[in-house]
C-alpha cells in the first residue's frame, strides 16, 4: 500500500555552481548533511497497518490489560476529600461583673470600741459636706454645748479647736493606744478569743482600764453630737486635766456625761424622724458597786452608739 501517489523525493541539497559569475555556492556543513541523511523515514513493507518499524505494535495480550485497566479505573468509585472542620468560633467573653466596693476595714476593739467611735465622728465630718447633716439654731446649739460642761459636772472643757481636728489629733490616738497597753486591758487574738494583757491584772487594774476605755468614747460621741448640732466648724470639747482620778469621782462624771449624751440623742432622733429610748437597766434590789455602776454605763453606750449608726446610715443614704 503506498502512503500518498507522489514519488519520492529526494531532498535537494544545494550544490556548487562554480559556472555561474557574481554567485557563490553555499557552503554545506557536515552537520547539515547528517541531518539531510536522516530525514529518511524508514518504513516495513511487510508491516500491514503501515506503522514505523520503530515502534512495534503492542501484543493483544497488552491491549487487553489496558482495556481492563481503563474500564476499571472509569468506574473506580472517587474518594472524596473530608472537608477539613471549621475551627469552633471563640466563645463570647462574659461580661465584667460591676466591680464592688471593698469593704470597710473594721476597726480595732470591735463595732462599739474607741476606735470605732472616732471613725463615726469622721463620719459626721465628711457628711457636713455633703449638706446632709444642717446646723440647729445658734441658741439650741448653745443650750445643748451648756448641758455638756455646765458646772464641771461632766469634766469636759472647752478647746480652741474644731471636733474634726480633736478626733483626728494625735493626742485621741496615744489615748487609744495606751489604754489597750494597760494591764488587764482585753485583746483579741487571732484564733477570736479575747484574753488580756496581763492575767494577773487586779480587779482594781482591770476597772481603771474600763474607766479610761468609757471616758475615751463618751468624750468621742459628745465631740460627734456638738459636730451634728453645730456643723463642721463646731469647736471641740475635751477631759479636763483637772478632774478627780478617784473611781467614784470618774463614774459620777460618766454618767453625768450619759444623761446628757441621751437628752442630745432623743432632740437627734426627732429631727431626723428616728425613734430613740435611752437605756433602762433592769431593777435590782442589791446595792451597786462600782463595777455594776461601770457595766450600766458601758451599756448604755452600746445603746446610743446604735442610734448614731442609723443617724449615719440615713444620712449617708440621702447623701447618694
Do not use: C, W
Not at 512495534?56 to 473530608?82: D, H, I, Q, V, Y
Amino acid at each position: 500500500m503506498k502512503l500518498s501517489d507522489q514519488p519520492y523525493t529526494h531532498l535537494q541539497i544545494p550544490s556548487a555552481q562554480p559556472g555561474t559569475q557574481g554567485v557563490k555556492a553555499p557552503t554545506v556543513t557536515d552537520k547539515q548533511q547528517d541531518v539531510a541523511s536522516g530525514l529518511k523515514v524508514e518504513h516495513d513493507l511487510g508491516n500491514k497497518s503501515g506503522r514505523s518499524s520503530q515502534y512495534p505494535m503492542a501484543s493483544e495480550e497488552e491491549m487487553k490489560t489496558r482495556k481492563t485497566r481503563g474500564f476499571l479505573n472509569f468506574f473506580k468509585p472517587k474518594t472524596k476529600t473530608k472537608p477539613k472542620p471549621k475551627p469552633n468560633p471563640p466563645a463570647p467573653t462574659p461580661p465584667k461583673p460591676p466591680t464592688a466596693k471593698p469593704p470597710k476595714p473594721k476597726p480595732a476593739g470591735g463595732p462599739n470600741g474607741s476606735r470605732d467611735a472616732v471613725n463615726g465622728s469622721k463620719t459626721i465630718s465628711d457628711l457636713h459636706n455633703k449638706n446632709v447633716l444642717p446646723p440647729i439654731s445658734s441658741q439650741l446649739a448653745n443650750s445643748a454645748r451648756s448641758s455638756f460642761i455646765s458646772h464641771g459636772v461632766s469634766t469636759l472643757i472647752g478647746l480652741p479647736f474644731s471636733v474634726g481636728e480633736h478626733v483626728a489629733s494625735r493626742a485621741i490616738a496615744d489615748r487609744i493606744d495606751a489604754q489597750a497597753k494597760m494591764p488587764g486591758a482585753e485583746k483579741k487574738n487571732a484564733d477570736g478569743t479575747v484574753s488580756t494583757n496581763d492575767p494577773s491584772a487586779t480587779e482594781q487594774q482591770k476597772l481603771d482600764v474600763r474607766l479610761e476605755n468609757a471616758e475615751i468614747k463618751t468624750e468621742v460621741i459628745v465631740n460627734t453630737i456638738l459636730s451634728i448640732n453645730e456643723g463642721p466648724d463646731a469647736k471641740a470639747v475635751g477631759k479636763d486635766p483637772g478632774a478627780a482620778t478617784d473611781v467614784d469621782s470618774r463614774l459620777n462624771a460618766l454618767e453625768s456625761r450619759m444623761n446628757a449624751t441621751e437628752d442630745q440623742m432623743k432632740e437627734i432622733a426627732k429631727r431626723y424622724g428616728l425613734v430613740y429610748d435611752p437605756y433602762v437597766a433592769p431593777e435590782s434590789s442589791e446595792t451597786p458597786t462600782a463595777a455594776s455602776r461601770m457595766a450600766v454605763i458601758e451599756k448604755r453606750y452600746v445603746h446610743m452608739n446604735k442610734m448614731l449608726k442609723r443617724l449615719i446610715k440615713n444620712a449617708e443614704a440621702d447623701a447618694e
